[in-house]
């Protein structure tokens, strides 16, 4: 399963650049693409939806620093906008199933029983399927667009987050401080999110970043599949899917985005690893 090897993803990354260097680099990597989206109206030179049938697949120039695609579109702008789209991609599709899933980890691992049994069942049915078959399936069911991926996420992605958060609880609950908390008459609520959850919410806040990487190119993958984000939008996935017809005479069309994918998802798995190593949730 993907998702269940998710927390390897993230490289070593600190031992080329050290600690502090790999969180400093994940962050202007990141800082990097968040500017081009904040100021994506300043920055483009071009409309990226604009077409321009007298320079159709003009090679880089300083006229178009990119190039141009089959429709004359300015490959820079469309990327600058693309990388809009992307990190909203990555950022929401982790969100809910982040939320969902500590949520029912939590409750899960603290009350255990029959509720704990129901909960891993379910946890079973979903893991039954493989990710991504699963995913296209509800995709296919709701119809193309980002909110049906976002849906998809949320219904099938949780499970990583639940199982980390649960098994952390169910060794936690029985620690000095919890008990103490339970015998002073707080509430179970309070108990489980107030004072469990936050000690054991660090490896899934590591699996954020490393699952953002997988979340982004499931995204593109999806539309490149042209389930995900619509034409003319300006999206990676499907700038990639629009020059795989022009690889051989065109090759900026597609290396552009797919590079713009390669360096976000570097920069999550940077931010990753260093986090992981501020934490202490790996060696």
Do not use: C
């Amino acid at each position: 399963m993907i998702r269940q090897s998710a927390l390897s993803f993230p490289l070593s990354w600190r031992r080329l650049f050290g600690g502090r260097g790999t969180l400093a680099a994940g962050m202007a990597v990141l800082g990097l693409f968040l500017v081009l989206a904040v100021f994506a109206p300043f920055i483009a030179p071009y409309d990226p939806i604009f077409q321009d049938a007298a320079a159709r697949l003009h090679a880089p120039s300083p006229a178009h620093p990119l190039g141009t695609d089959n429709f004359g579109r300015d490959i820079l702008s469309r990327v600058i906008w693309g990388a809009r789209i992307d990190l909203q991609i990555a950022v929401i599709g982790v969100v809910f199933p982040f939320i969902i899933g500590t949520t029912l980890g939590t409750i899960a691992g603290f009350f255990g029983g029959i509720v704990d049994v129901i909960f891993m069942r379910v946890v079973d049915v979903v893991l039954a399927f493989p990710f991504l078959v699963l995913m296209l399936s509800i995709i296919a069911i709701l119809g193309p667009g980002l909110g049906s991926f976002y849906i998809a996420m949320a219904l099938v992605g949780w499970v990583s987050y639940a199982r980390l958060v649960r098994a952390q609880i169910l060794v936690l609950k029985n620690s000095d401080y919890a008990v103490a908390a339970i015998s002073l008459g707080f509430s179970r609520s309070r108990v489980m999110f107030r004072h469990l959850l936050p000690n054991a919410a660090a490896g899934s806040l590591v699996f954020v970043m490393s699952d953002a990487v997988l979340v982004l190119l499931n995204g593109a993958a999806i539309s490149y599949l042209g389930l995900g984000v619509q034409p003319p939008l300006a999206e990676w996935g499907v700038m990639v899917a629009d020059g795989q017809s022009f690889i051989s005479t065109a090759w900026w069309i597609t290396l552009f985005p797919g590079l713009s994918i390669v360096l976000l998802a570097f920069g999550f798995s940077l931010l990753g690893d260093a986090l992981a190593d501020l934490m202490g949730v790996h060696e």
